[in-house]
């Protein structure tokens, strides 16, 4: 069923000079599917998925970059902020609410995850 | 070998005053550290110098210091800062006139050599090679109680005291990229502890504010985060989780020191408020550092208008017709905000803001040009106009890059509080 990603993911995002960075992970909420929702996160989030879920970021580059031991996915969108924080007339020119928004956006869950 | 306490007071220039008294008086430490620089500080303390070239410092470390130094020399907790920003001799020498005046007299080492403007970058208005931790650690170990710096990466004011403690030679890798994620987890302060988390509902609300973050090092870089009792939020494998996956980029994390290996990093839950970091894995640092750099990008500002109620799309597209002829400035960029909601049963319920923003490289076009000529149309325009603030007269705003030096291009130099100066390969 259609959820918000962030039904059992946590994320935290912010600015690299003019590049977005956008943590997504699972929570350690003590749900016995942990191992498996965290092997749907690695395999849900492609620069595809990234450009989908967040349209803004469609024409970027988007790199993603596995972390299995953190339970996660480290995600680069590069050009999001312009030239920067001082200089981006972005709303939210340090993408801290990025992650935030990420999170809000719905996702088809599958249901042994829940 | 006993491990090492290392606290953290600040994440950014800014942070909440009252932390360096709070991580003194609350709990045991050997290392009280501090990060002042983002890259955008770097930016506000260029502006600073050029008005006043005795500046380029954190000012609110230099008030944080007066009110405690006392108390860090009676409890023998040394203190690390990137404070010096821009000039770190110019804090170093004000930290002394302060020690003079309250009759102490602690031991002030400073770190330099970060500023690279003099290997050519044109228009720069700062340009910083990010040094290691290994200047740190010699001023640690010649007796410094106070050890200030200009722009170290933000690991190594953890990192440098912990070489200075266990002895780390330059190619013990595996340890210095173990405290490489130690100083990654403490640097942005209550970041690690339940601030600017996703899992805030979980943070008990009883409690004072958030904890700074402490780790505790042991000899082999292996660490514990945690904060010191009492205090408010969390320390949970997701806290840490959280500040790991914000500050890294890829998994192969490049520092001036070592290639800090994140596909290795093992999180695991140590008892409440405490998460054990083990099994990080390091490799040989690239052999160029990499530079920040910042130039005078030109000038800004922005106005807001409210627009309220009906026929929102065609007041939005009125203002803006009215508007956009008379604007100079080499960019101008409109944003509608997003529709209100139908019959709504407040005001601020049936508005939203148009938001127009103007830059140019000289200040004139997004000054008074610019604000005057929205102003003006107070009474000529949609109906309901009104502005969120009376527009000013526009800012200065920099442009940041990344650039990269060879580290034989580096002086990375210790200033000893005895006057002697060091270099550091």
Redesign the interface.
């Known amino acids: 069923m259609k959820a918000p990603l962030g039904t059992f993911v946590h994320a935290r995002s912010g600015d690299k000079g003019g590049d977005a960075n956008l943590g997504l992970w699972v929570a350690h909420d003590g749900s016995a599917a942990y191992d498996d929702r965290v092997a749907w996160l690695l395999a849900l989030v492609t620069p595809d998925f990234v450009h989908a879920l967040l349209p803004e970021t469609a024409l970027l580059e988007v790199e993603v970059f596995a972390l299995p031991n953190l339970g996660g996915v480290n995600v680069v969108i590069h050009g999001l902020l312009g030239q920067g924080v001082a200089a981006s007339t972005r709303f939210d020119p340090q993408a801290k609410g990025l992650g935030e928004w990420a999170r809000s956006r719905h996702v088809e869950i599958p249901e042994a995850l829940w | 070998m006993r491990q090492l306490r290392v606290g953290n007071c600040s994440g950014f220039y800014g942070d909440r005053f009252s932390a360096m008294r709070e991580m003194l008086e609350g709990g045991d430490l050997d290392v009280l550290t501090g990060d002042y620089l983002a890259?955008?500080t770097m930016?506000i303390l260029g502006r600073d110098q050029l008005k006043d070239p005795s500046l380029g410092y954190a000012r609110t470390f230099v008030r944080q210091l007066q009110d405690c130094l006392g108390l860090a020399l009676e409890r023998g907790v040394a203190v690390v800062a990137n404070a010096g920003g821009l000039n770190p001799a110019g804090l170093a020498a004000r930290l002394g006139e302060i020690a003079d005046a309250q009759g102490l007299s602690p031991s002030i080492a400073y770190v330099d050599g970060d500023d690279v403007r003099s290997l050519g970058f044109p228009g720069a208005l700062t340009a910083n090679a990010y040094l290691g931790a290994f200047g740190i650690a010699a001023a640690l170990r010649g007796g410094a109680d106070i050890v200030v710096t200009g722009r170290v990466t933000d690991a190594s004011l953890v990192v440098g005291p912990a070489v200075a403690h266990f002895g780390w030679d330059p190619t013990a890798y595996d340890e210095l990229a173990g405290a490489v994620v130690a100083g990654h987890v403490l640097e942005c302060g209550t970041?690690a502890t339940g601030g600017?988390?996703?899992?805030f509902g979980s943070l008990a609300r009883t409690a004072g504010p958030l904890g700074f973050p402490v780790a505790e090092l042991a000899d082999d870089g292996s660490s514990v985060v945690t904060k010191h009792a009492g205090t408010g939020g969390l320390v949970?494998?997701?806290t840490v989780?959280?500040?790991?996956?914000?500050e890294?980029?890829?998994?192969h994390y490049l520092g001036p020191d070592v290639t800090t290996h994140?596909?290795?990093?093992?999180?695991g839950d140590d008892g409440p408020d405490r998460v054990r970091i083990t099994g990080v894995r390091g490799s040989e640092p690239p052999t160029e550092l990499k530079v920040c750099v910042n130039e005078l990008?030109g000038h800004?500002n922005t106005v807001e208008f409210v627009l309220t109620g009906l026929d929102l799309e065609d007041k939005a597209a009125w203002v803006r017709a009215q508007l956009d002829p008379q604007l100079t400035a080499a960019?101008v960029?409109w944003?509608l905000g997003p529709a209100p909601v139908i019959d709504a049963d407040t005001e601020e319920g049936a508005s939203t803001l148009l938001?127009c923003?103007v830059?140019d490289r000289s200040p004139e076009p997004v000054g008074r040009a610019f604000s005057s000529a929205a102003v003006e149309l107070a009474l000529a325009s949609y109906p309901g106009f009104t502005l969120t603030a009376p527009p000013g007269t526009g800012t200065p705003?920099?442009?940041?890059?990344?650039a990269y030096v060879d580290r034989s291009a580096v002086t990375h130099t210790v200033h000893h509080a005895d006057g002697r100066t060091e270099v550091v390969s």
């Open positions: 890259e955008l930016l970041q600017n988390f996703s899992g949970s494998v997701d989780t959280a500040q790991l996956m914000y890294v980029q890829s998994t994140l596909d290795t990093v093992r999180l990008g800004r960019s960029t944003s938001r923003t830059q705003y920099g442009v940041y890059r990344a």
